[in-house]
């Protein structure tokens, strides 16, 4: 029989260590169907997007790619392709996902290893590029999540992610809000018994922070924003960003913590 959680969406993602235990426990149930729910909660516009999110990649000859919260690995794979003397690594703290991408590779440039995007095990300036497929609104802690990432990067290093987007407006986002709410109700009530597996996604972006917000704490930390693509009315968004080069902080108002 599926397990039903018994956790409460609201008492577990305020603070880093319960968020992040409780991502655990929800990606644990869901590994084995991720990626038929992707495809189901996007209207199968899923591969698309992360096709966009390649496409938008500059093209360099042997990139170091950290893509955070790699799930089963798809996003990786893609970067494996675009990228055959690249070396690629995709993190996340799911164990039952890693299994499923470790299963589905067969590129020799392609890691995936089991960490935290809020304590990356890299080098400082020891990345070209950090992806994430749906990660930055499940990082524990989101600033220290992009500290992490400007650490690693090297200058004119690029971050790029798709996720859910929240707008400015209080109203669409209260409309957006009960949409997800209630189309990922469906789907959890359907697979799992249990609406709460997949209404975590209207719940975490709730507590995420709008567009225009978003873009103030990368911007705070160093980062140029590139370039933004909206998707679903404004649901998802690709946001690309390049990490300021030495030259250009000296030159412009020094970043903040």
């Keep these: 029989m599926t397990k039903r959680f018994s956790l409460k969406l609201g008492n577990h993602l305020e603070a880093p260590d319960t968020k992040r235990y409780y991502n655990e426990q929800i990606f644990s149930e869901i590994a084995p169907r991720y990626d038929f729910i992707t495809r189901a909660l ?48 995709g993190l996340d703290i799911t164990e039952s996902m890693l299994a499923i991408a470790r299963a589905r590779s067969g590129h020799a440039h392609v890691a995936f290893i089991n960490q935290d995007m809020n304590h ?44 859910f ?31 709460e597996v997949y209404s975590y996604i209207a719940e975490s972006l709730h507590r995420f922070p709008d567009r225009d917000r ?14 933004s693509r909206l998707y ?6 690709l946001l690309v960003m390049e990490k300021w080069k030495p030259e250009r902080a000296r030159n412009g108002a020094a970043p903040v913590s």
């Excluded at 929240?166 to 799992?192: C, D, E, M, N, S």
């Excluded at 978003?214 to 370039?227: K, N, P, Q, Y």
Aim: charged fraction near 20%; aromatic fraction near 10%; hydrophobic fraction near 45%.
């Design 120 to 163: 990356l095990k890299f080098d400082p300036a020891s990345a070209d590029i950090v992806s994430g497929g749906y990660a930055l609104r499940n990082a524990p802690d989101l600033a220290s999540t992009i500290d992490e990432v400007n650490r690693v990067l090297k200058p004119g290093g690029i971050a790029i992610f798709l996720d």
């Design 214 to 227: 978003l873009r103030r704490m990368f911007e705070a930390r160093g980062f140029t924003i590139v370039r």
């Design 42 to 89: 996007s209207f199968g516009r899923d591969a698309a997007w992360k096709t966009d999110l390649i496409a938008a990649l500059p093209d360099r000859e042997k990139p170091v790619c950290l893509d955070l919260a790699c799930g089963t690995g798809d996003l990786s794979l893609l970067l494996a392709d675009k990228y055959p003397q690249g070396r690629i690594t």
């Design 165 to 195: 987007s929240k707008p400015p407006a209080r109203f669409p986002q209260f409309l957006i809000y009960w949409v997800l709410k209630i189309w990922t109700g469906f789907w959890g009530l359907l697979l799992h018994q249990n609406h």
């Design 232 to 237: 679903l009315l404004g649901i998802m968004e």
